[in-house]
């Protein structure tokens, strides 16, 4: 994948946790449209995290999202067992591909 | 309530064609440009075209490009992707996305289709 992501990464109820996506100089460090989508199984991505930082209506506050040169970040803070699920990143490029995303990370809550 | 409504998906085989349709209702259809997503189940999701709200504009993967076309009819507030000369490559679940800033091609995909599988095998 363009946008690199760990493949996983799990917290206790409660706890914060924040999931890194590094990308180039050609993508989420050139463009502030960097967003991040949460899938559950067998259900289509839905957008969490738009512009690098904003909610989308009905989004939980929980969510947020933050980028730094070539690195951006979704923290999902007070975790709860209804987080588990597979995240993405996602940015708008210069590159061949209008569009890339990261490989996903799956969130487990324990 | 947006909604975005794919078909069309089907098994083929490889050198076969297939044209998606996404039917869109909620919003101002010709506001918004409106892209093609697709993901091989258990990776990721891999952008492969997007069209301008008015269809004037249109932009490819370079996996794709030369062998599929996205095209919209703004009356019938519906998206198309024509995709020949299928590839076992292009296997996955096909899914359409509203882009969400008003008059912009570039920007976040904030509605996406339920998703629509296209499997290509011999």
């Known amino acids: 994948s363009a946008l690199t992501q760990p493949a996983s990464v799990s917290g206790s109820p409660g706890q914060s946790i924040t999931i890194p996506c590094t990308g180039t100089s050609n993508d989420i460090g050139n463009y502030n449209y960097v967003s991040w989508y949460q899938q559950r199984p067998g259900k289509a991505p839905q957008l969490i995290i738009f512009?690098?930082?904003s909610r989308p209506s009905g989004i939980s506050h929980r969510f947020s999202g933050s980028k730094s040169d070539n690195t951006a970040s979704l923290t999902i803070s007070g975790l709860q067992i209804e987080d588990e699920a597979d995240y993405y990143c996602s940015s708008y490029s210069r590159g061949n591909s209008v569009w890339v995303f990261g490989g996903g990370t799956q969130l487990t809550v324990v | 309530e947006v909604q975005l409504v794919e078909s069309g998906g089907d098994s083929v085989l490889p050198g076969e064609s297939l044209r998606l349709s996404c039917a869109a209702s909620g919003f101002i259809f010709s506001d918004y440009a409106m892209s093609w997503v697709r993901q091989v189940p258990g990776k990721g999701p891999e952008w492969v075209s997007t069209?301008?709200?008015?269809?004037?504009?249109?932009f490819f993967s370079d996996s794709v490009k030369g062998r599929f076309t996205i095209s919209r009819d703004n009356s019938k507030d519906t998206l198309y992707l024509q995709m020949n000369n299928l590839r076992a490559e292009d296997a996955a679940i096909y899914y359409c996305?509203?882009?969400?800033?008003?008059?912009?091609?570039?920007?976040?995909?904030?509605?996406w289709g339920q998703g629509n599988l296209v499997t290509v095998s011999s």
């Open positions: 069209i301008s709200d008015n269809g004037y504009d249109s």
């Open positions: 512009d690098v930082s």
């Open positions: 996305a509203k882009v969400n800033h008003r008059g912009a091609v570039a920007g976040n995909f904030d509605f």
